[in-house]
């Protein structure tokens, strides 16, 4: 039940120029997945992975490098 209340909640991104994963902007471990009917499910990412919209999978985080500290 839950799945589909989310589900009204996000506006239906499949059939846009051909493209099947898109980013889920609330959670960024989370992406939709679209089918050829256009259909779509929002999957989480694997664990300590977010969305990369760039390369269209989940991908590690980058790693912040603090300069100047010892």
Do not use: H
Request: glycine fraction near 8%.
């Amino acid at each position: 039940m839950s799945f589909f209340f989310f589900s009204i909640l996000v506006q239906n991104p499949c059939g846009i120029y051909g493209r099947y994963y898109f980013p889920y902007y609330p959670d960024a471990s989370r992406f939709i997945q679209c089918d050829q009917t256009g259909v779509f499910w929002i999957r989480k990412c694997a664990p300590g992975t977010i969305f990369d919209p760039k390369i269209g999978v989940c991908n590690y985080p980058p790693v912040v490098v603090e300069t100047g500290k010892k």
